[in-house]
């Protein structure tokens, strides 16, 4: 079945950088966009990122553009978010998320979520 993992978060000083990574297995990765997205305490989940199959696609919620930089290595069926000036706000638990066999901006798109990896930024 659709497994996907998440991992390489941790706490961090305002102004630091985080790589996270997520591993997928139980289907052709390669052929599948993919989506990182965030939820804080109290809040509803938000897209923040998303890549089409190829990685030549990119789109990024506008809290993090400029920040942040999504891509992929489809020979390690890996996805991985670059994380970087991050600040306070940014505290959350991100998830990463399988798309569809095309691309979509439309985060509703992404319906399949790993487990999370906690992301803590102090001021």
């Known amino acids: 079945q659709v497994q996907l993992v998440e991992s390489g978060g941790g706490s961090v000083q305002a102004g630091g950088s985080l790589r996270l990574s997520c591993a997928a297995s139980g289907f052709t990765y390669s052929t599948f966009s993919m989506a990182w997205f965030r939820q804080a305490p109290g809040k509803e989940r938000e897209g923040v990122a998303s890549?089409?199959?190829?990685?030549?696609?990119?789109d990024y919620a506008d809290s993090v553009k400029g920040r942040f930089t999504i891509s992929r290595d489809n020979a390690k069926n890996t996805l991985y978010l670059q994380m970087n000036s991050l600040k306070s706000e940014d505290t959350a638990t991100y998830f990463c998320?399988?798309?569809?066999?095309?691309?979509?901006?439309?985060?509703?798109?992404?319906?399949?979520w790993g487990q999370g990896t906690q992301v803590t930024v102090s001021s």
């Open positions: 890549i089409s199959s190829s990685g030549l696609t990119t």
């Open positions: 998320a399988r798309g569809q066999p095309f691309y979509s901006k439309k985060f509703s798109n992404y319906v399949t």
